[in-house]
């Protein structure tokens, strides 16, 4: 069996990686866009490095270097915990690709260890990505002995183990419950959306924690390691594994990690087949009726099939509606917390109304579904060149589509705002103008770059949503375009904030003018299918 498992993550990792495609494919602009995105992917890893690094200094500055490993395993459990539940059912119960492979001579058991591993691997690379430089900041200022280093490495490759297994389970249920039902799309989404929302909520409670935890820091060292032990008590046994020298902590801390590993593969061997199958399955009723037929105009037909395309994914609904939920569990937080509250736990008098304009823009836009709506036609994508529509239809229905998901959001939001805050004239027409604009520029720039970089040639869903160069770039640009502003109008407290908005938000109608004009209205951009 270890020979089938091999195979099939080798084969896994080739399609989600792209590796293949830039070793055969004659395209020397896909070999120059994979090039870039190497280069993308190493400048993010830099800062990631030096952010793990600069964590590590503090806290060994602080005299808590105890808790470096803790810490960093922590973080790295955290998202590995929540990005792996997001994507679970798409790669780990992936129909198409189970009937594929039961075909060959491959055992059940097989299929599901090399999914499981083919995310582990990745993950794993991450964990090591961050403990490495946290390793080597305290390597440098403690001088410790060398089974730091052995306990660290071996600790790093079987980190992301437990919460990979954890999340997966969250993920086996989510998708065992919605198979059952007729709308198991719908009901995946629905689980899947109350589950980010808990770890939303979550974070937020963990937000005013840190703030306990910083004083805390000061005062005594066991009350820190208190909170990390209620939080992911396997954390500190690596740590006194690490600096201590324990092999006993080592054993448990590789013994709990296995062990869910197995159990959760014996118990989820017997369901596999049926929850791939009932997920794969279309429900019909027997009593079907012709009824009176409508006709739409083009374009509205266009952005309902972009809203079916959509919704028919779970992890495209998840990884792109991330966004508008903080927009709303952040106004949630000021109507329960209140703006004196908020300011007064910040420090910074007046910071409420100046910096939520621009901070919910930010998040209603940082991660649009039409960064990735090309990618996501795939090998279909050359029947819309077939049908007799315009491009400036075709590329406008999908930025239109992306406008129809956040309203719903941002009217929520903007309600619970309104009756939180009671703004002023001024602030209320910044908190009604900023998020809408926002909204807007992301969706613009998401085509305008999923355009500039497709990725059409796809097996499984995951790649396109979260590891294309598409995703990444709007993401990053989007980031950039609302943590500058919000860096200035946050600091900047004697600018007139009302006029900086405007200013903002001025510039940012500019470039969606000039992004339409460009890209939406010629239509040329579109990528053509060869």
């Given at each position: 069996?270890?020979?089938?498992?091999?195979?099939?993550?080798?084969?896994?990792?080739?399609?989600?990686?792209?590796?293949?495609?830039?070793?055969?494919?004659?395209?020397?602009?896909?070999?120059?866009?994979?090039?870039?995105?190497?280069?993308?992917?190493?400048?993010?890893?830099?800062?990631?490095?030096?952010?793990?690094?600069?964590?590590?200094?503090?806290?060994?500055?602080?005299?808590?270097?105890?808790?470096?490993?803790?810490?960093?395993?922590?973080?790295?459990?955290?998202?590995?915990?929540?990005?792996?539940?997001?994507?679970?059912?798409?790669?780990?119960?992936?129909?198409?690709?189970?009937?594929?492979?039961?075909?060959?001579?491959?055992?059940?058991?097989?299929?599901?260890?090399?999914?499981?591993?083919?995310?582990?691997?990745?993950?794993?690379?991450?964990?090591?990505?961050?403990?490495?430089?946290?390793?080597?900041?305290?390597?440098?200022?403690?001088?410790?002995?060398?089974?730091?280093?052995?306990?660290?490495?071996?600790?790093?490759?079987?980190?992301?183990?437990?919460?990979?297994?954890?999340?997966?389970?969250?993920?086996?249920?989510?998708?065992?419950?919605?198979?059952?039902?007729?709308?198991?799309?719908?009901?995946?989404?629905?689980?899947?959306?109350?589950?980010?929302?808990?770890?939303?909520?979550?974070?937020?409670?963990?937000?005013?924690?840190?703030?306990?935890?910083?004083?805390?820091?000061?005062?005594?060292?066991?009350?820190?390691?208190?909170?990390?032990?209620?939080?992911?008590?396997?954390?500190?046994?690596?740590?006194?594994?690490?600096?201590?020298?324990?092999?006993?902590?080592?054993?448990?801390?590789?013994?709990?990690?296995?062990?869910?590993?197995?159990?959760?593969?014996?118990?989820?061997?017997?369901?596999?087949?049926?929850?791939?199958?009932?997920?794969?399955?279309?429900?019909?009723?027997?009593?079907?009726?012709?009824?009176?037929?409508?006709?739409?105009?083009?374009?509205?037909?266009?952005?309902?099939?972009?809203?079916?395309?959509?919704?028919?994914?779970?992890?495209?609904?998840?990884?792109?509606?991330?966004?508008?939920?903080?927009?709303?569990?952040?106004?949630?937080?000021?109507?329960?917390?209140?703006?004196?509250?908020?300011?007064?736990?910040?420090?910074?008098?007046?910071?409420?109304?100046?910096?939520?304009?621009?901070?919910?823009?930010?998040?209603?836009?940082?991660?649009?579904?039409?960064?990735?709506?090309?990618?996501?036609?795939?090998?279909?994508?050359?029947?819309?060149?077939?049908?007799?529509?315009?491009?400036?239809?075709?590329?406008?229905?999908?930025?239109?589509?992306?406008?129809?998901?956040?309203?719903?959001?941002?009217?929520?939001?903007?309600?619970?705002?309104?009756?939180?805050?009671?703004?002023?004239?001024?602030?209320?027409?910044?908190?009604?103008?900023?998020?809408?604009?926002?909204?807007?520029?992301?969706?613009?720039?998401?085509?305008?770059?999923?355009?500039?970089?497709?990725?059409?040639?796809?097996?499984?869903?995951t790649r396109v949503v979260k590891q294309s160069a598409s995703t990444m770039i709007?993401?990053?640009?989007?980031?950039?375009?609302?943590?500058?502003?919000?860096?200035?109008?946050?600091?900047?407290?004697?600018?007139?904030?009302?006029?900086?908005?405007?200013?903002?938000?001025?510039?940012?109608?500019?470039?969606?003018?000039?992004?339409?004009?460009?890209?939406?209205?010629?239509?040329?951009?579109?990528?053509?299918?060869?």
């Amino acid at each position: 069996m270890g020979r089938q498992i091999g195979l099939l993550v080798r084969v896994s990792l080739c399609n989600l990686l792209g590796i293949n495609e830039y070793r055969y494919t004659k395209d020397s602009g896909k070999k120059v866009r994979y090039r870039w995105m190497a280069v993308l992917w190493v400048v993010l890893l830099l800062m990631m490095a030096g952010y793990v690094g600069a964590l590590s200094y503090g806290l060994i500055y602080m005299g808590m270097g105890f808790y470096v490993p803790a810490v960093l395993s922590m973080c790295v459990s955290m998202v590995v915990f929540i990005f792996t539940v997001l994507k679970t059912g798409a790669v780990l119960f992936d129909r198409s690709a189970y009937e594929k492979q039961i075909a060959l001579p491959v055992s059940v058991r097989a299929i599901i260890v090399s999914r499981f591993l083919s995310m582990y691997l990745t993950n794993m690379l991450l964990g090591m990505l961050v403990m490495f430089p946290g390793m080597a900041v305290y390597g440098i200022m403690e001088r410790p002995k060398v089974t730091f280093y052995l306990y660290g490495i071996l600790g790093s490759v079987f980190l992301p183990l437990l919460p990979l297994t954890l999340a997966s389970v969250v993920g086996a249920v989510i998708s065992g419950i919605s198979s059952r039902w007729r709308r198991k799309n719908l009901v995946a989404i629905v689980l899947t959306l109350i589950f980010i929302c808990v770890i939303m909520v979550g974070s937020f409670g963990m937000a005013e924690m840190e703030e306990e935890l910083l004083d805390m820091i000061h005062q005594l060292a066991p009350l820190m390691e208190e909170q990390i032990r209620r939080i992911y008590p396997p954390g500190i046994w690596l740590s006194e594994a690490m600096v201590g020298g324990k092999f006993i902590m080592l054993l448990c801390f590789l013994a709990l990690s296995l062990g869910c590993f197995v159990l959760f593969l014996e118990i989820l061997r017997p369901f596999y087949a049926a929850i791939c199958s009932l997920l794969g399955a279309h429900g019909a009723k027997g009593n079907y009726q012709m009824k009176e037929m409508k006709s739409r105009s083009v374009f509205r037909s266009m952005v309902e099939r972009e809203l079916r395309r959509y919704f028919s994914s779970v992890i495209y609904v998840s990884n792109t509606i991330v966004g508008n939920l903080l927009m709303v569990l952040v106004a949630v937080g000021v109507l329960i917390a209140g703006k004196d509250y908020l300011e007064g736990m910040l420090g910074i008098e007046g910071v409420v109304d100046r910096g939520l304009p621009v901070l919910l823009g930010m998040m209603a836009g940082l991660m649009p579904m039409s960064s990735c709506s090309i990618s996501m036609e795939g090998k279909q994508w050359w029947m819309m060149q077939t049908f007799p529509i315009t491009g400036k239809n075709l590329i406008r229905s999908k930025v239109w589509a992306d406008v129809l998901v956040a309203v719903p959001f941002y009217l929520v939001t903007e309600v619970l705002l309104l009756i939180a805050l009671r703004p002023d004239f001024l602030t209320l027409v910044s908190l009604l103008v900023m998020p809408a604009v926002y909204i807007v520029y992301s969706a613009v720039v998401g085509i305008t770059v999923n355009c500039k970089f497709p990725l059409l040639e796809w097996e499984n869903e995951t790649r396109v949503v979260k590891q294309s160069a598409s995703t990444m770039i709007t993401m990053l640009i989007c980031m950039f375009t609302g943590i500058v502003p919000l860096v200035i109008v946050v600091i900047g407290g004697g600018l007139p904030i009302f006029a900086v908005n405007m200013v903002l938000a001025a510039v940012l109608i500019g470039v969606i003018v000039m992004l339409d004009y460009m890209v939406i209205r010629k239509g040329k951009n579109a990528p053509k299918c060869d």
